[in-house]
Structure formats: C-alpha cells, structure tokens
C-alpha cells in the first residue's frame, strides 16, 4: 500500500510517500520533502497565519513534484492521500487538506484525515522494527506537551498535558526575550552545549507533584527578573557570552528536569516498559543524551525519531494514515479541518 501525506499545519510544506510492502518488517519512507518557512518567519519573530497559508499555496505544487519524484512513483500508483486536519493554524491546514482531497478525488482513491498530535506520536515508530506497541507517548512540541498512554493505533489515553506553555513554547518565548532568532529550541539547544546549567537554578514547577501535568509559564518570568540583575539594562545583548550559555544551559536543562521526571513517574504508572518521545522538541541534543541514560538505568526501551522526523515533516502524517488505511478507517471529503482537533480515542483524564 503505497501512502502520500501532506502537511501544512504550521511554517513546513511537506509532502512525503510512504509505502508497506506485505511480508517486509516495516513500511518505507520513499520521499519526505520539507519546504520550510523559517527565515520568511524569523523576520517577525514567530509565525505570521496569513503568511504561512499563502507560502504553503505558493510552495506546495513544486514540494508535491518533488515528492513523487524522488519517491519513483505516480500519483496514480498512491492508494491513499493522507493530510494535517488539526491542531493547526485553520488557513495553513487547509491549503494542504484541500490539495490532498482533491488528489483523492482526482484519483479515485481513499482521503485520511489525520490528527497532527497523532502523526508526531506515531513517529518513532516509522523506522522502528516491531512497528507500533503498546507504550507511553511523551509528545514535545510548540504547541503541545502530551503524555499518552499508547494501547495501539487508535487506543489513546491523554494522561498528562501542560497546563500553559507547551515545551517548546517555552524554549521559543524564553528565546526571544533574549533576543535569539525564532525558533529559539535549537538557539538555546546550541548556546547551552557551551554552558553551565548549575549557575542559575530556574523553576521546575509541579516537578514533585503527584498528577502528570506540567507548567512552563513560570520559566520566562523567571528569566525575566534574572535579566536586570546580571545587567542593569536588562538587556540581553549587554549580556557576556558565557553568561548568556550559562543561561540557555539553565533554562534548557529545567525543561529537560521536568520532562524527565515526569515521563518516569508516568512510566511507573503506567508500568509501560517502551517510552516513545516525539515533537520538535524531541531533537534536543541533552534531552536525547539524558533520556538515553535515565531508560538505560531503569531498563526502558526509548524508541525516538531520527532528528529528521522530529519537527514538522509529513512522512509522520503519511504513516499515521496508512495505519489507518490499512484498518479500513478513512474520512469522509468533508471532514472539516479543526485548530484545536483532540487526540482521536484520547480519553482524557477529568
Ligand atoms: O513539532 P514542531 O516542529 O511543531 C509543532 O507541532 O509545534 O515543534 C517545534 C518546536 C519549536 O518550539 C522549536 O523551538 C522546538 O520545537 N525545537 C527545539 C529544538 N528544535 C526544535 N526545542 C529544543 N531543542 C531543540 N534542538
Ligand atoms: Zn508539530
């Protein structure tokens, strides 16, 4: 069965085919081309909605080309087009939900529409050997911090889930108080390797709480009153350069105590023995390094994505679609795309 997927949830256009050939270990990502927004974005400081949808429809006939051809095949060969229905910002998720029940419609072929949260969730899963299993999901992204207890597709249970700030969030708005470029995960992630995280101990709220909730709010008003006592102009550009390291190192390694900790209380309560981490988050080079390290010691299995498949990418949404498609469960062409869609069969916690 031979998949293409679309995502344009956000500042990526991707387009990727995806293939299960009966009898093989695990499907074959043909083609995952992503064409990314983030310099147009940088400029503003975040993304711009407007934007992000007009790019997307500028962008995605050549990202859908390039896709097939570097996957070898035709769209007539795809058996199901699959495409981001949400969470999302409403004008980006349609410009790719649209082209993909066209091309369903065009072709003759089944349309899936799939849950963005969903994608990232399955995506350790694509290059990983036994295919999917049951186990505990930690979701890291902009927009979303999730803990899933993962029964199998479509068996979800929302466990834990940030009461504010998402991780990423978090990273991006600390980020741009000190002035780093937008998407500020990866500045901090860079400027960190070269800093001590022990010279400033920020918050790690509800760390030692017994639900599996999170807030990362606290973060940046925390980082805001450290600012004017290091200099009295409070601006981040009078800072040295160590001490600017010294502070990303802080901040990325109170995200990193929080996730950790919670992830294992969660592990516990769940008694999964495989920890999935997913979302843009997730290619953090410490939260890899220590993540690797704490589920050695406890005898966890840690499935992660290649870095490649941790932000924004649609071979995350092709997968999530051909598990779909191969359980005979595809969408009507007039499912509505939804901004703030929930984790279908997620039963959440009151
Ligand atoms: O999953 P994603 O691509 O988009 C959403 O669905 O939100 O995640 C983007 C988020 C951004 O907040 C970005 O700053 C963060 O992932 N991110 C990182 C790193 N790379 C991306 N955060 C920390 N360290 C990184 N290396
Ligand atoms: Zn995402």
């Given at each position: 069965m031979l998949v293409l997927g679309i995502e344009s949830s956000c500042d990526e256009t991707a387009v990727a085919l995806i293939e299960e050939?009966?009898?093989?270990?695990?499907?074959r990502v043909l083609s995952s081309v992503i064409s990314t927004q983030i310099p147009l974005h940088r400029l503003y400081g975040g993304v711009i909605?407007?934007?992000?949808?007009?790019n997307h429809s500028t962008n995605l006939p050549g990202v859908l080309k390039e896709a097939l051809e570097k996957a070898g095949r035709s769209i007539?060969?795809?058996?199901?087009?699959?495409?981001?229905?949400?969470p999302g910002l409403v004008a980006a998720l349609l410009v790719g939900n649209t082209a993909a029940k066209a091309l369903a419609l065009a072709a003759g072929k089944p349309f899936v529409a799939v849950n963005h949260l969903e994608g990232h969730m399955l995506s350790p899963f694509i290059t990983h050997p036994g295919g999917l299993v049951p186990h505990l999901?930690?979701?890291?992204?902009?927009?979303?911090?999730?803990?899933?207890?993962?029964?199998?597709?479509?068996?979800?249970?929302?466990?834990?889930?940030?009461?504010?700030?998402?991780?990423?969030?978090?990273?991006?708005?600390?980020?741009?108080?000190l002035d780093l470029p937008y998407p500020g995960g990866p500045?901090?992630?860079?400027?960190?390797?070269?800093?001590?995280?022990?010279r400033f101990k920020f918050p790690?709220?509800?760390?030692?709480?017994?639900?599996?909730?999170?807030s990362f709010s606290g973060l940046k008003t925390a980082v805001l009153y450290t600012l004017p006592k290091l200099v009295p102009s409070g601006n981040p550009n009078d800072l040295d350069e160590q001490t600017m390291c010294d502070l990303c190192a802080g901040v990325r390694q109170a995200i990193i105590d929080v996730l950790i900790h919670k992830a294992m209380r969660a592990l516990k309560q769940t008694r999964h023995r495989v920890l999935a981490v997913s979302g843009g988050v997730s290619c953090n080079s410490a939260l890899r390094r220590q993540l690797a390290e704490r589920c050695k010691r406890a005898r966890i299995e840690l499935?992660?994505?290649?870095?490649?498949?941790?932000?924004?990418?649609?071979?995350?949404?092709?997968?999530?679609?051909l598990l779909r498609a191969q359980a005979g469960d595809f969408s009507s062409l007039d499912t509505p795309v939804d901004p703030n869609l929930k984790l279908a069969g997620a039963q959440t916690r009151a």
């Open positions: 050939t009966p009898g093989e270990q695990q499907p909605p407007e934007l992000a949808s007009r007539r060969e795809v058996d199901a087009f699959a495409s981001t229905a949400g999901g930690l979701v890291v992204s902009g927009g979303h911090t999730l803990i899933i207890n993962v029964q199998g597709s479509g068996n979800y249970e929302l466990i834990g889930r940030s009461r504010d700030d998402a991780a990423g969030e978090a990273f991006d708005k600390v980020a741009k108080m500045e901090i992630d860079k400027r960190a390797e070269q800093g001590d995280p022990t790690r709220p509800m760390m030692h709480e017994s639900h599996l909730d999170f499935i992660l994505p290649p870095n490649s498949l941790t932000t924004d990418n649609a071979a995350m949404i092709a997968f999530a679609g």
